[in-house]
Structures are given as C-alpha cells and as structure tokens.
T-cell receptor, first 113, second 111 residues
C-alpha cells in the first residue's frame, strides 16, 4: 500500500503564476482534503472533496480551487500566486465519506518568489 | 479556531514515558479526541483517537478524563524518533468534519 502520494515534492513559482498540485489517496479511500501549512504553524484546512464535489471549504479565497477525479485522486489549483502562498501543502485522505481517520501525504513545498 | 489547548513544548528523557496533556473544556458529546504528530518536514501522522474510554494501540495510550474536558497522550517508552510536534484535535465523527490544528506541543526526546 503506497499510502497518500503527492506530486511534486518541491516547486518554485513566480508571483502571479498559477500552480497545480496533485494527490493520490490511500487505497480504499474516497475523500480527499487539502491543508496549507505555513512555516512554524499548524496545518490550515483549505477544502475537502467527496464524490467529485467540494463538500467543505475553509477560509481561503477563490484563487484556491480543486478537483476530484472518478478514481478519487485530486488536484489543488492556486491562481495569481502571492508571496504569502509559500507553504507546505498537505493532502489527506480518508475512507467511508471521511468518517475514518485521515492519512496525510508528505506534502508539496511551494515557494513563491 | 482550535478547540484545544496544549503546552508549547516539553522535554522527556529517552526510555521514559512521555505524557502530553491537552485541554478541551468545550468538547461536545459527539466529538472525539484525535492525536496526530508531525516529524520535521513530513506530513502529520495519525496516532490514536477516543471518545470517552481509554484507548491503547501499538503507538500510544490515550487517557480521557471522566468529564472529557482533558486528555493525556502517553508514549510509554520514548525514543529519539518520537521527537515531533504533537497535535491534539477534537473532531465530530458525523459529517466528515475537517481537522482543526492548533499550535501543538513540540516534544523533544533527549538521550
């Protein structure tokens, strides 16, 4: 079991650009959540996807959007990047519509310059 | 906002039991207590969760007070690899609620 996998592991983008991050959930999991973790802070919830729909959303602007595919994998898109978007982006998957405990990937380190 | 309060840092000697406290005085009847840890530059790792009874697994034990307003995570024989930030989270089991992380406790295991 590969667990939750995220790609890429590191990324450098220029302010104003757009970025897409990818997540493959743990085998058997159908729910994917995305979190942003700034340096020295705890992870902050961005949104959650289940059955290809956004089910919950945290306090993040519309520049942050996502998608879930029929195979349960997910993408996080961020438009018009700001320097403050530099962070570790974490994907977590859980099963049974999100009722089981969440397992996290290793994250994508995004640096905006 | 996080519904839990944890000490910002703790130290423990290798081989000793590490006891990490958490206050969650506003916990609701349908909310569980979850513990995760995050080793430097890695994703958070699930440790254990419980509702009102004490729980034990291969990683740790969770002791929840009778009034459910506080809990303690116990690592029975801490090793250097247990050095990490430990997060205590309360989460409703219905509706697939998000995880709300606070600042956590930075646990350092000393040789």
């Amino acid at each position: 079991d590969a667990g939750v996998t995220q790609s890429p592991t590191h990324l450098i983008k220029t302010r104003g650009q757009q970025v897409t991050l990818r997540c493959s959930p743990k085998s058997g999991h159908d729910t994917v959540s995305w979190y942003q973790q700034a340096l020295g802070q705890g992870p902050q919830f961005i949104f959650q996807y289940y059955e290809e729909e956004e089910r919950q959303r945290g306090n993040f602007p519309d520049r942050f959007s996502g998608h879930q595919f029929p195979n349960y994998s997910s993408e996080l898109n961020v438009n018009a990047l700001l320097l403050g978007d530099s962070a570790l982006y974490l994907c977590a998957s859980s099963g049974t519509g999100g009722l089981t405990e969440a397992f996290f990937g290793q994250g994508t380190r995004l640096t905006v310059v | 906002d996080a519904k839990t309060t944890q000490p910002p840092s703790m130290d423990c000697a290798e081989g000793r039991a590490a006891n990490l406290p958490c206050n969650h005085s506003t916990i609701s009847g349908n909310e569980y207590v979850y513990w995760y840890r995050q080793i430097h530059s890695q994703g958070p790792q699930y440790i254990i969760h419980g509702l009102k009874n004490n729980e034990t697994n291969e990683m740790a034990s969770l002791i929840i007070t009778e009034d459910r307003k506080s809990s303690t995570l116990i690592l029975p024989h801490a090793t250097l690899r247990d050095t990490a930030v430990y997060y205590c989270i309360v989460r409703a089991i219905q509706g697939a609620q998000k995880l709300v992380f606070g600042q956590g406790t930075r646990l350092t295991i000393n040789p």
